[in-house]
């Protein structure tokens, strides 16, 4: 039986985007050990996107897939100016067919997705 998904971010410094994830962005976490934490999030939801070029996932030699970090909310305008409030500078909204979307920086120089959905999302569909 699957009871959640747990997905990787890979980062140049862990240490700080870790506490960006805990101190900024307000994500609660366990702690595995050593200052290793696990983020507890929010529902989420999964899509599955064409592969396109050569790039291959930090995984790729073990079959694992690639994937991208996108943040939802339900207000981009509000979050990004709680976030400017912070001092954390956003990237220009893009405004795709699928929503309005940006980009938050990391301490490691990383960034993170963020977007307003426009499409249907299934966030409140049950998983069983």
């Given at each position: 039986?699957?009871?959640?998904?747990?997905?990787?971010?890979?980062?140049?410094?862990?240490?700080?985007?870790?506490?960006?994830?805990r101190d900024v962005l307000g994500f609660r976490a366990v702690d595995a050990?050593?200052?290793?934490?696990?983020?507890?999030m929010s529902p989420a939801e999964a899509a599955i996107h064409p592969l396109?070029?050569?790039?291959?996932?930090?995984?790729?030699?073990?079959?694992?897939?690639?994937s991208a970090l996108y943040l939802m909310c339900d207000d981009l305008d509000?979050?990004?100016?709680?976030?400017?409030?912070?001092?954390?500078?956003?990237?220009?909204?893009?405004?795709?067919?699928?929503?309005?979307?940006?980009?938050?920086?990391?301490?490691?120089?990383?960034?993170?997705?963020?977007?307003?959905?426009?499409?249907?999302?299934?966030?409140?569909?049950?998983?069983?």
């Open positions: 039986m699957i009871i959640g998904a747990h997905f990787l971010l890979f980062s140049k410094d862990a240490a700080a985007d870790r506490a960006f994830f050990g050593g200052g290793w934490l696990i983020f507890a396109e070029g050569n790039d291959s996932p930090p995984d790729a030699s073990q079959g694992i897939l690639g509000a979050l990004m100016a709680s976030l400017r409030a912070k001092n954390i500078s956003c990237g220009e909204v893009q405004t795709p067919r699928w929503g309005r979307v940006t980009t938050i920086p990391l301490p490691s120089g990383g960034k993170v997705g963020l977007y307003q959905p426009s499409h249907p999302t299934a966030l409140n569909l049950n998983s069983r």
